[in-house]
């Protein structure tokens, strides 16, 4: 993963900009720039340094305009400029973060190179760094270009690489285009409306290694693309601290069965943010806390609550009162409670206590709890031959997407039916004929897939991040930290609770 480092070479219209970036519809098609003078519109002035979205080309009454967008005041000021408009354009600083496709396809300028640096570059050189031992991070990009092409009368795909020194010369106007193959990516069927399909189509490239690819997505398979639509996943991550994670996306059709497992809270913002009306959250308090104020409760390791709501409360702060945001708690002593209030901005750690032995559908985990949730495995898929989840040691299951797909089948057994996603499995097909008649009702398998680092980032990243903790007072330098972590016990303990007054058990 990237960061861009902004071009320090300005641009002197708004044409050059438009000739050199990517500009579309994608959120990675919006560059910022902004400028050292104010610009002065009819309606509105761009202030000296003001950052300006590009979001569109647009042509305008016959001329073609630069649809910009200013923020002001949390809000969204709309305009546009010529290609004509002249100026010193600088880029603006980039703080997002990219994957190495999504810099080559939309962030390296025409005619001008990209420098960038590794998010997470360490600089300790080992056998295992691919770096020299002088490299620091950064790097200039520059793309090489291979062109891809098909013969007349074949089916494989000819690259042709930028060294290659030959003429070439256009014939398009004397040759039947109709005697070349006309092929289509994933990306392409997607594009298509739904009324046309089915349709039969026989594969000329797929990647590798897929777990469809030993038997229906084969070069020269015959196969037989269904529709396009949208299906839900439920995005997950291995739960693992001393290894890279592993991360999944699993259908709810899975029919594995799965086991709660305890969840850590760095805050007890978070022991809010996770708290249900289902039944009541039990944690143990894997850091201590010493409170700035005598009104909130003190914290020492092995200390287990009950959490109940958030409230206010009020402190007195060197002779003023002033109000704090506290999450209501129970103590759990031997034969008894004691009403705790621990503040929100509280930066403690704590491990929830599972009494729940229950195996849960992976459809009921999603409709009984909110997530990030964390379970393992118990139970695994029997009607697949390979379950790549129930050899994980546990799993948090982040959230749910809606992801696009192809619903395809081999023609010799059109009514077995797999989906394939549209964005990471990339196949090239030939399109046959249309398929009219009516293949009956259809048995649908939804592989669990594995994705990499790189697709896990970009699936999450787009997602609205939750509300963050409220701000918190000066550190208290009294603060003591575990040097262990309290997991396996939260997990196998089992605790009689004393009955509570306020908790129905």
């Known amino acids: 993963l990237f960061k861009i480092v902004a071009d ?8 050059e900009i438009t000739r050199t970036i990517h500009i579309g519809p994608s959120r990675l098609g919006h560059p910022c720039f902004y400028h050292r003078k104010d610009i002065k519109l009819e309606s509105f002035t ?47 600083e980039d703080e997002h973060i990219y994957t190495l496709k999504e810099i080559v396809e939309w962030k390296i300028p025409k005619n001008r190179t990209r420098t960038v640096r590794l998010t997470d570059f360490s600089n300790k050189w080992d056998s295992t760094n691919p770096f020299p031992k002088d490299f620091y991070g950064t790097l200039i990009l520059k793309p090489v270009y291979e062109i891809q092409g098909v013969m007349k009368f074949r089916k494989d795909i000819v690259r042709l690489l930028p060294s290659l020194d030959v ?15 006309q092929l289509l990516s994933t990306e392409d069927l997607f594009e298509m409306t739904s009324k046309e399909f089915p349709i039969v189509a026989e594969v000329i490239e797929a990647p590798q290694g897929n777990q469809l690819s030993r038997s229906v997505l084969k070069p020269g ?9 949208q299906a839900s996943r439920i995005l997950a991550s291995e739960i693992r601290s001393n290894f890279p994670k592993r991360h999944f996306l699993i259908p709810t059709s899975y029919k594995g069965k799965f ?21 009541p959250l039990h944690v143990v308090a894997t850091k201590a806390f010493h409170p700035p104020h005598e009104e909130l409760s003190s914290v020492f390791i092995g200390d287990q609550f009950l959490v109940h709501h958030s409230e206010t409360t009020e402190v007195l702060c060197e002779g003023i009162k002033k109000v704090v945001n506290v999450l209501a708690c129970e103590k759990i002593l031997k034969k008894s409670y004691e009403a705790a209030l621990l503040p929100l901005y509280m930066e403690g750690g704590f491990v929830e206590v599972i009494h729940d032995k229950k195996q849960y559908q992976i459809s009921e985990l999603c409709k009984q709890f909110r997530l990030p949730f964390n379970v393992k495995v118990s139970v695994r898929d029997l009607s ?53 008649r009516d293949t009956g009702p259809l048995l649908v398998r939804a592989l669990v897939e594995e994705i990499t680092e790189e697709q896990y980032y970009m699936m999450r990243r787009y997602e609205s991040s939750l509300l963050h903790p409220p701000p918190r007072p000066p550190k208290h330098p009294s603060v003591e930290e575990m040097k262990f972590t309290l997991l396996n016990l939260a997990e196998e303990r089992t605790v009689d609770l004393p009955k509570s007054p306020k908790v129905r058990q």
């Open 8 to 15: 320090k070479t300005p641009y002197l219209t708004m044409e």
């Open 46 to 92: 761009i202030k000296q340094g003001e950052k300006i979205m590009l979001n569109s080309v647009e042509d305008i009454d016959g001329e073609i305009m630069v649809n910009c967008g200013v923020i002001r005041n949390h809000q969204n000021h709309s305009f546009t400029l010529p290609l004509a408009q002249e100026g010193e354009f600088y880029e603006c």
């Open 167 to 181: 003429e070439v010369k256009d014939i398009t106007d004397s040759y039947d285009t109709n005697w070349f193959l």
């Open 221 to 229: 398979k015959t196969i037989v693309i269904h529709k396009k639509y």
């Open 259 to 279: 086991k709660r497992r305890p969840r850590e809270f760095p805050t007890a913002y978070d022991l809010e943010i996770a708290k249900s009306e289902k039944e």
């Open 384 to 436: 697949i031959e390979e379950d790549i989840l129930a050899a994980t040691p546990g799993l948090q299951l982040e959230e749910g997407i809606t992801d696009s797909y192809l619903l395809i089948s081999d023609f010799a057994n059109p009514k077995e039916c797999w989906e394939i996603p549209v964005g990471r499995l990339n196949i090239t097909v030939q399109l046959v004929r249309n398929l009219s």
